[in-house]
């Protein structure tokens, strides 16, 4: 199965990165999880290729965009983000995790690198929320779907000065706001599962994060929307090279065309995981793993011997 063998890679890498955390040393923990993760794709029996990944090939060795990975099989796009959250990773602080995305080719947004905005929510808040409407009516109007007070709706967004009119209309509408250093993709996700204590997640972050984190909202059935936020004329270019207009509002269909498995391994903690735990010779990692296709989300425990790595 093709969700084991991403599995196994978000797995090892979240090992490698283990004897790292709290080491104040983010490219070490960064690149830990790029040669284990680059590792296990590259003998797993598919046919890759990176459309999400650490850069362009003279920006990054291992996991550029375009490099091809597996030992041959099934043809798939993959997005990878080996470390969400290095600076966590470096603090010892929740949120952490090693992620990977794939779907058949040419059914992921080949997302430049820059920044999006974007919205996440539940299923029940479908078609009933959108990115330029106001923060006060999108509460309003989640709460209705949820079927609970304002005051209950949980808003995540990363704590930016770019965010502050947005942090202002989710205090006005009364909903419980959540601010967050780093790391995105879990709660825009978490958003989309029901009932995990994250309702909304608004903002703009990396727009490839964002493609990440719209294969599993996409495989739930949850509300998504994004906007390329380009800064100066090379992101404007990479745009019109996928044809793509700035100020466009992209539905989830835009960003994830068909449905794809999603693989996320705790490496601090957080977000409904465990981080990894040593037992005796063993280290234990905590997985969300979400598969469209099957139309499965599992949440895994896994033992491995600490030899491995």
Not at 38 to 63: F, K, Q
Not at 155 to 178: C, K, N, Q
Not at 199 to 227: C, K, M, Y
Request: net charge negative; glycine share 12%; hydrophobic share 45%.
């Amino acid at each position: 199965m093709i969700s084991e063998d991403l599995l196994s890679a978000t797995e090892q890498a979240a090992i490698a990165v283990w004897p790292l955390v709290g080491k104040r040393d983010k490219v070490a923990a960064d690149e830990a999880a790029v040669r284990a993760l680059r590792r296990v794709l590259g003998a797993a029996p598919i046919s890759g290729r990176v459309v999400i990944g650490e850069g362009e090939m003279d920006e990054a060795p291992m996991l550029y965009r375009g490099e091809e990975v597996g030992r041959g099989g099934e043809p798939l796009d993959i997005a990878v983000d080996p470390l969400e959250g290095t600076n966590l990773t470096a603090k010892n602080q929740p949120g952490a995790v090693c992620v990977i995305a794939a779907g058949p080719p040419k059914s992921l947004l080949e997302a430049p690198d820059m920044m999006m905005q974007r919205l996440a929510g539940p299923p029940a808040c479908l078609g009933r929320i959108g990115l330029d409407q106001p923060v006060e009516e999108m509460v309003a109007e989640v709460a209705r779907c949820l079927g609970k007070p304002a005051s209950q709706v949980v808003v995540v967004m990363l704590e930016r000065d770019r965010h502050l009119p947005l942090i202002e209309g989710v205090v006005r509408a009364g909903a419980t706001l959540r601010l967050i250093t780093d790391g995105d993709v879990m709660p825009s996700v978490l958003a989309a599962v029901g009932d995990s204590g994250v309702d909304l997640v608004l903002g703009s972050g990396g727009a490839p994060e964002g493609v990440l984190a719209a294969v599993a909202i996409a495989a739930l059935g949850g509300v998504f929307e994004g906007r390329l936020l380009p800064e100066g004329q090379a992101d404007l270019r990479a745009m019109e090279d996928l044809g793509l207009k700035s100020g466009r509002i992209l539905s989830l269909k835009d960003v994830v065309s068909r449905h794809g498995v999603f693989c996320a391994t705790s490496v601090t903690g957080g977000w409904q995981l465990d981080g990894p735990a040593v037992v005796g010779a063993s280290i234990w990692v905590h997985s969300l793993v979400i598969d469209g296709t099957a139309k499965t989300v599992r949440r895994i425990h896994s033992r491995y011997p600490m030899t491995a790595s």
